[in-house]
Structures are given as C-alpha cells and as structure tokens.
C-alpha cells in the first residue's frame, strides 16, 4: 500500500494517468473521471455491455493506486450482502459462552447484549468496507439497474453522505472519500433521486481511431493494417441488426486470436473461420456471414488496389 | 425565451482559469431553465454539482465545459441529446457575438475580392478532412461558407447550400484519380468525415442564418417527434428492434420492484435464525422467503391489415418481445379472421422468419384483406373461451376501423368480462381515434385503451401490464 495515493490533478493528468494502465479514455470519460476524484460525487456510467464500463473502474484503481472494492448486483441483493451482517454463529456462540459461564460471571444479559453488537461481530460487506477501510478506495458498484429499487434507495445515504446508519451500533462515516463507479445496462429506469447524486457519463462503441488505438494497444504485436481492418470489420458488424453486437473486450479478443493464427490479412475465409470470436448467436452468425462475409470476398481485391499506393 | 446579453468577458486571458466569469453564473441558470421548459429534471442539487465542475475545469476550454455540464446535468441519453442541441442553441449568441469581433477582417476580406485563394483553401479542407481534425475543419467550414456560399445569400434552404458548397469543394468520397497525385482528394476522403464537415457547413449557415434573421430557430418540440415510432417500411425494423430489445429488458426486470415479503408458506431459515437473536436465540418471529412474481397469462390479438401496415411490422416484433418475456403467452393475428401463431412465435427465434411464417402459413392473408372485427371476436371466443379466466390479460393492437363492419361491441364486452384485463393498443393518435369508420369508442367502454405510436406511449403500456392484478391505475 503506497502511503499518499495518487491525486487526480488535471483532465490531461487522469487521462494520461489511465493511458499508462492499459485504459484508453475518450474525451468526456477523462474529464468524468477527474471530477469525480475532484469533487468526490460518485459517477454512474451508463453504455451498451461491453464498451468498458466495469473497465473503466478497475483502471481508475489502478491509476489511482487504490484498492478496488467490487459489488456485483444481481436481483434480490440485500443490504445483508452489500451492507453489512451480524455474524450470527458467533454472537450465539458467545451467548452460550456467557450462559456457561454465567453462575459466577457477574456480567449480566445487558452486558452481553452490548457485547455481541459491537464490531467484533459485525461482518462487512463491500459498501461497509468501502466505507470503513483507512485508505481510499474505488468502489465498483456494478449493474445497479439490475438490483431493485429499495436497494437504490438504500444506497443514497452512502452516495451523498457517505455515511452509513447501522441500527444498534449507530452511524458510521467514511473515513476517507471513495471514488464510486455505478455502471447500468440501462435495463431499467433509474431513480431519479439516485441520478441526481452522480455524474453522469454515457460510454458507447468507440469511434474507428480510437478503437483502432485500443486495440493497438492491447495487440502492439498486430500489424497496423490487419489491425485496422479487424476495426473496420467490426465497425461494419455493429452497424447490423444483431441480437449481440460485438464489443470492445471481443475486437480485442479476436485480435489476439488472429495474433495466435498468424493471419496477416482478415480475408473470407480468416473471417469464416474466427467469427465466432466476436458474434455469439447462432442466428447472428448468419446474419453476419451473409453480409459481411460476403462482402469480405469482394473486397479482398479492391482493398489491395486501393491498400497498395497507401502503403507505397 | 432568448438569452439574454450578459456582461462577457472582454478575452479569455491566458493563464487566468481560477474560476469562471460573473456572468457566467447567471448564464448557466438562464441555460438550466431553458433544459427544464424541454423536459430535462433538474434540480437545485444538479445546478450545485454544475458549479462545482465548473470551478475544476478551465472555463475557456469549450469542450471541457459543455462534458462537465453534461455529466451534471443531463442524466440519461435522451437528456443528453437534447443537452447538445440546446447547449448549442443556447451558447450561439455568446461565440457568434466574439466570432463576428474576431472574424470582421477576414469575412470583410471575402467580399471585398477574392484574396483567399480557392484551391488553397479547397486543399487545405480536404487535407483537414484527410487528417479528421475537428477544430480545422470548423474554422475552414466558416471560411469555406464566406468564399462559396455568400453568392446571392445561398438558397435559403441549408441543405442545398450544403451540398453546394461541398460540390465547389469538390469534396468526395470516391477516388478522383483525374487529380494531381498531392491532392489529398485523389485517393477519396474517408466518408465520415465528408459527413462531419458536412455538419459543420450546417451548423455555420445557420449561424449565419441566425445572424441575418435576428432570431433564433423555433425551439420544436423536439421530444415528440424524435420520440416517435419509425413508421416507414422495413428500412426502420432495426430501429423497431433496438426499442423492442430495451423493452424486452425492461420487461424482464418488470415487476420485480413490486415483489415483497408477504406472508408465504416458505421459512427463510437464514433470516428466522438472524432475527431470533434479538429474543436470545427463540425464534419467536418466522421470516419468510419472497414470494415469486406471477407471470400474467396474455392473449394477444394483433391486426396485420394494411390499414395498420407499418405499425403491425412494429406490433409483430413487440409481440415476438414479449414472447420471450412472458411464459404463457398465446398470440393470434387478424384481418378478416382470427388465426393462432404461438407455435410460429415458439419456434421461429429470429423476427425475420417469423413475419416471413406468419405471411406464409397463418392463413389470414389469402382473404380480402378488410378487418372484420365482429367476426374476429366471435372466432376468438369460440377458440379461447373456456380458457380465459380472471387472472388472464387480453391484449388487442389495432386501429378499431372496421370498414363499415357491425363491430359486435357485445362480443368484445363477453371477452373483457372473461378476461381479467383487456388493454388495447392503437397505432392511431388519439386525435384520429372515432372519426371515419374508426369504433374504437365503442369498444373502449370494456376495456383500457392506449394510443401506442411513440415509445414512451409503449412504456406506459408495459408498465400497465406489469402492475399486478386488482392494483390501483396510476
């Protein structure tokens, strides 16, 4: 653990600062980033699965040298699981301890009632130790429209404050401010009183550049065309009507897929053969084979006519 | 309502970004009352959250600025994009009146004569455009307007000017191999950017339109309209299928919010033991495990009439959505008569096949082609009628135009009252709905009606039909 954690100074500052940790940041996303670690309000980034959402949270940490804390949402998640919880074995445990012991011990059921609610027998959960731990934290809260409105409510207090209300021991303050990621798959509407606590930050499928430099970045071993045009193909399948549109975690993928093959060109067959990397349903398959497969074929020729003055 | 001119600031002076300008302040809030009068909810925690990113970014930086306002004040994408057009609308008069300080030499230069050099700049666009550098090409749009487009003051409709301009540019996306070999346009420009520079040439007209005119566009209800259901041909199905794949999310987390602790016979063992501690390890209070939420069971009745011929494109594909979402669900298409697709729905997973099935086989297609709505009930019942029951929900989406027919409002009144709920879906604005042989009245005595012709018009259906059985309406 470094002893003072890296402060966000500048826009230019985090988004270099995320570039060194293998997380390109798009405009807006650096300057989200850095007011949220300014001005401490926690931000909640919305997008389509797979454009780097949950990314974007663990690159922070990294950049910010910070320990992550993760809460991943799933339907019926309770404060139980995210908040904190009595350690009920152990507070029974004690209770019998303490009626064994009970003849000569003069401690009397008050006593033991303090006892087994203090924090000895409190388990924390993720929202708890964000709050509790001595360093600062980045706190991912993870597919938050996928939990239910109660728990959105519950979370309020956390994400103004950041204080928590526990009924038998009291309140408990953050000790240091968070850095908290709320991502969406916009599933469903949130609250708006939940909306007005954060930032808001819309994250959507690169631009060509820019996906063409992540991918670059994660496959600098890649040649620059084959790289730009698995991009471009991409690009193409996304704009399709497809149940699964690629993401950038799958160019990704299938870069280092092509890496491994040794391709040096994405051809129809190379394309036939791997496209299975980027689309994941069988009725997409076909979609895709049947427009950008095709269209592949015609272009090999036309793209080594137009390719060849560029590389001259 | 027209911003009005605050006290600017006379330069942004360099170095000098410890905090943004007094009339800014001002102009924020006027900026925040004119999102609100649009629809966007802000509120005074927002405008704080505003001011406060303002007081960490530069306030020069135009980019900054507009992301950090965004992010605090506009919460979802549709807020966003209405954001970006007032933000652009808004903050006009404010650089239109610095560019016209700065820029009075330079468009003064342009009438005068012609001292900029036309294949100079024609060059120097297309390398911009070649690079995709975004500040360039702003700057070379409003050069490219003062040296093509102030001919006779343009057209007076932008988008020709536009097009003008670009093909004086001689700016195109095919290879032009007739060009010397440095031209940047030689080898085509890539057509993203050709569209950029496009917008560009757009937004500067009407910068300049503004500018002649005085005033600014209406501000058009943009809401409405860009909320509104594609309604063409098979052009717009993946925008059918992009709001339905949302639905069908929203669908399947539907509900649940509504899913409580009730008394249930399950014993939550976890939770009994938890809550016994507080009576010392008796479990004297039982805690129970949630009760599952009970999947309505739904009839739907879908109109594929060419009266109603893009909605039913769209209705199909909702009724394809909700089959995913809804277990027991038995959908049935009609014209002149009633015929039953579930099984087509069943099988076929992709929309594609499945309206390709439903012209083939379902057999309703081969008949006049006139919706015979009297009849369509007398079929249904006699097809369902044992099996409604008043935990069910019928669904009907039509237009309710009977083409004279008797429309058997008694039928449709048998059905409700079997039925637990019975909502209907018209495609129609609800201007239209009773005038010609529309009878939709007659039939909305029995049942809920919703006018469904934008999304937001479906999300209140489907909030409709998730809220449970015997639940206030809203």
């Known amino acids: 653990m470094p002893v003072m954690p890296v402060q ?23 300057l989200v980033s850095f007011l949220a670690a300014k001005l401490g309000k926690p931000v909640l980034v919305e997008g389509p699965a797979g454009v780097g959402k949950t990314e974007l949270a663990k690159a922070l940490s990294r950049f910010l040298e910070r320990r992550l804390v993760r809460l991943q949402c799933y339907e019926g998640l309770d404060e139980a699981k995210a908040l904190y919880e009595w350690n009920y074995r152990k507070q029974l445990l004690r209770i019998q301890a303490s009626s064994v012991a009970g003849a000569e011990d003069a401690h009397g059921w008050d006593a033991v009632q303090d006892d087994i609610f203090s924090a000895e027998f409190l388990l924390e959960r993720p929202l708890m130790t964000a709050i509790a731990s001595e360093e600062p934290v980045v706190l991912l ?47 469903r509407e949130l609250t708006e009183a939940l909306k007005r606590r954060c930032l808001y930050l819309w994250l959507d499928y690169p631009e060509l550049e820019h996906e063409l430099e992540i991918v670059r970045l994660h496959t600098p071993e890649l040649t620059e065309t084959v790289a730009r045009k698995l991009v471009e193909v991409i690009q193409r399948v996304r704009q399709l009507d497809l149940k699964k549109p690629p993401s950038i975690a799958e160019s990704i993928d299938w870069a280092r897929a092509l890496l491994l093959l040794g391709a040096d060109d994405i051809d129809a067959d190379t394309f036939r053969d791997t496209m299975s990397i980027i689309v994941k349903h069988r009725t997409d398959l076909d979609t895709v084979a049947e427009r950008v497969g095709v269209e592949l074929g015609g272009l090999t020729d036309a793209s080594f006519g137009a390719g060849a003055p560029r590389g001259a | 309502m027209p911003p009005s001119e605050p006290e600017r600031p006379a330069a942004p002076e360099p170095g000098a970004g410890a905090g943004p300008p007094p009339g800014l302040s001002g102009q924020i809030l006027a900026f925040a009352d004119e999102l609100r009068s649009e629809g966007v909810a802000i509120g005074t925690a927002e405008l704080l959250d505003a001011f406060a990113v303002l007081g960490e970014v530069p306030w020069t930086e135009r980019e900054d600025v507009r992301e950090g306002l965004a992010a605090t004040l506009a919460k979802s994408q549709e807020d966003r994009r209405v954001f970006e057009l007032l933000f652009e609308r808004f903050f006009f008069r404010a650089a239109e009146a610095e560019a016209i300080e700065r820029d009075v030499q330079e468009q003064g230069g342009v009438d005068g004569g012609d001292q900029i050099n036309l294949d100079t700049l024609r060059q120097q666009i297309a390398a911009a455009l070649r690079d995709g550098s975004e500040g360039a090409m702003r700057d070379l749009a409003r050069l490219a307007i003062a040296a093509f487009g102030r001919q006779g003051e343009g057209s007076g409709v932008i988008g020709v000017d536009v097009q003008r301009i670009r093909r004086a540019l001689g700016l195109r996306a095919e290879p032009q191999p007739e060009l010397p070999p440095e031209d940047p346009r030689r080898e085509g420009l890539p057509r993203e950017t050709v569209r950029a520079f496009e917008q560009h040439l757009r937004r500067e007209l009407e910068r300049a339109l503004i500018e002649r005119t005085r005033q600014l566009p209406p501000s058009r209800p943009l809401s409405e309209l860009d ?12 925008a059918v299928h992009r709001i339905v794949a949302q639905l069908k999310r ?27 501690l507080e009576t010392g390890g008796v479990p004297v209070k039982l805690k129970y495990r949630p009760r599952r939420p009970r999947r309505p069971e739904i009839y739907v009745l879908c109109d594929v009439s060419t009266s109603v011929t893009s909605a039913s494109v769209f209705f199909l594909s909702v009724l394809h959505a909700l089959h995913d979402a809804f277990r027991k669900l038995r959908s049935f298409v009609f014209i002149e008569r009633i015929s039953e697709v579930t099984d087509i729905f069943e099988r076929e997973r992709n929309f594609k096949n499945v309206s390709a099935a439903i012209g083939r086989d379902a057999g309703v297609a081969d008949i006049s082609g006139y919706t015979d709505y009297g009849r369509v009930w007398s079929e249904f019942l006699t097809q369902v009628e044992d099996d409604l029951h008043p935990r069910a929900t019928v669904i009907v989406l039509g237009d309710a135009r009977t083409n004279g027919r008797d429309p058997r409002a008694d039928l449709f009144a048998a059905v409700a009252e079997r039925a637990g709920r019975t909502f209907w879906l018209n495609p129609e604005p609800r201007l239209y709905w009773n005038y010609g042989d529309s009878v939709i009245a007659a039939y909305e005595r029995h049942c809920d009606a919703f006018e469904c012709w934008t999304t937001n018009q479906l999300e209140d259906f489907v909030k409709a039909l998730a809220r449970p059985i015997g639940a206030p309406a809203s």
């Open chain 2, 250 to 276: 929203r669908l399947a987390t539907q509900g649940h919010e509504l899913r409580g602790r009730r008394a249930h016979a399950h014993v939550d063992v976890r939770r009994t033991m938890r809550a016994s």
């Open chain 2, 227 to 238: 909320r509104a259901l594609p309604s063409g041909p098979l052009a717009d199905l993946a």
């Open chain 1, 8 to 30: 966000a100074e500048s826009v230019q500052h985090v988004a270099e600062g995320l570039r060194d940790v293998g997380y390109l940041p798009g405009e807006s996303t650096a």
């Open chain 1, 141 to 187: 809260i993870d597919e938050i429209d996928k939990t239910d409105q109660e728990f959105e409510a519950m979370l309020l207090e956390l994400l103004s404050d950041f204080q928590l209300s526990i009924p038998e021991l009291g309140r408990i303050d953050a000790r240091t401010v968070p850095v908290v990621i709320l991502t969406s798959n916009n599933s």
